[in-house]
């Protein structure tokens, strides 16, 4: 166990889960760090919509790494996945986090051998 986690042990309940406050420590902390209107603020969302966000914005070069995956070719992958990361692109969030990890699985194997990407 290291000492942030013991750290986090120590905080009492309490602390972490307060009635319709998200964020409630770190908010908390930020007090006159943060500008009020960002420390407060709560319409920011996940880090899904990031990555979606840039998903759409450099879907072109997506395409050229998605035109032959290599995760399909060798079965860690039914090729359907396709289909589900275009309803991703176009703002289904639903399975976003696993969408977005096999991307970085299949960007990672095309860059590991990009001339004879994984003879299968």
Do not use: Y
């Not at 750290?7 to 409630?24: A, G, V, Y």
């Not at 998903?55 to 992958?77: C, D, F, M, N, Y």
């Amino acid at each position: 166990m290291c000492s942030s986690d013991l750290f986090l042990l120590n905080i009492p309940p309490d602390q972490f889960f307060r009635p319709h406050e998200d964020r409630s420590i770190q908010r908390r902390a930020m007090l006159r760090i943060l500008p009020e209107e960002i420390r407060t603020r709560t319409d920011k969302k996940g880090p899904s919509e990031s990555m979606l966000i840039g998903l759409r914005r450099h879907w072109a070069q997506w395409e050229s790494v998605l035109k032959a995956p290599v995760t399909v070719r060798l079965g860690i992958v039914k090729p359907d996945i396709l289909e589900a990361l275009q309803r991703m692109r176009f703002g289904t969030l639903e399975g976003s986090s696993e969408l977005l990890r096999w991307l970085s699985l299949e960007a990672w194997l095309q860059r590991i051998s990009p001339t004879k990407v994984l003879a299968v």
